[in-house]
């Protein structure tokens, strides 16, 4: 067991160094967070000695974890700080909430499928992540009796910047959100001032479907 948890570990850091700080990314805090959530409680126990690869991995109903340079990349991007409150759509394996919850004042993340929300929920409590708090419902509405928000992050893709989740980002606030369209998307930034908003483009990247009223109609 005491092995086991080197051998992670291990891996961990290995990754931290070879997919993350060598591709550019230099927040002391995303490191840090990255180097201490043990990603591989967070896949399917088949899949235990693949969690430190660099490429995303299923994680039932169709869904995936996100390769982890992106999870440092996104992160990167929302410019936290220690006193934040961050909303996450899209929990899935709940690596991305365990990561911003590192690092921030509480996180609030919607998922909309009930077997990786009670799922999630559980490991969240397993691993003591008191300040995550979760909900099951259609994230593209935001969650608007918490609103405003000092980060939001979408860890789906969108056809578009569902309007309830700018509207429920505070002002000095900031948003990271695949746009685009099925097959792949561009990561976008958008920040909010007392004008309005401000959009940059950060990327191609390549999401499962936001599904909901603001985003892709259910098929
Ligand atoms: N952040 C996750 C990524 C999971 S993949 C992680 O670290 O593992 C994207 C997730 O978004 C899926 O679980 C999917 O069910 C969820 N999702 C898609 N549309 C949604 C919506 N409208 N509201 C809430 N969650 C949604």
């Known amino acids: 067991m005491e092995k086991e948890f080197m051998k992670y570990d291990r891996q961990r850091d290995e990754m931290v160094r070879k997919q993350i700080q060598a591709r550019g990314i230099t927040d002391a805090k995303v490191l840090a967070a990255m180097r201490k959530v043990p990603r591989h409680l967070f896949v399917n126990e088949a899949l235990i000695d693949q969690a430190y690869g660099d490429y995303p991995l299923p994680i039932g109903e169709q869904q995936t974890i996100s390769q982890p340079y992106i999870v440092a990349e996104m992160t990167q991007a929302l410019q ?6 961050v909303l996450e759509i899209g929990t899935g394996s709940g690596y991305q909430a365990a990561i911003l919850a590192e690092i921030v004042f509480r996180v609030y993340t919607v998922e909309r499928i009930h077997t990786l929300f009670t799922k999630t929920r559980k490991l969240f409590d397993m691993l003591r992540y008191h300040n995550i708090v979760t909900r099951y419902s259609d994230g593209t509405f935001g969650w608007k009796d918490e609103s405003p928000f000092d980060a939001i992050i979408v ?3 969108s056809p578009d910047i569902p309007a309830p989740l700018i509207s429920q980002l505070a002002v000095g606030g900031r948003m990271i959100i695949p746009v685009g369209n099925q097959y792949s998307q ?3 930034k958008i920040y909010k001032d007392q ?7 950060l990327g191609g990247c390549r999401f499962v479907k936001l599904v909901g009223e603001h985003g892709w109609k259910e098929s």
């Open 195 to 201: 004008k309005g908003i401000h959009i940059t483009k």
């Open 80 to 85: 936290l700080n220690e006193e934040d409150r």
């Open 155 to 157: 860890t789906a893709g």
């Open 186 to 188: 561009e990561l976008v």
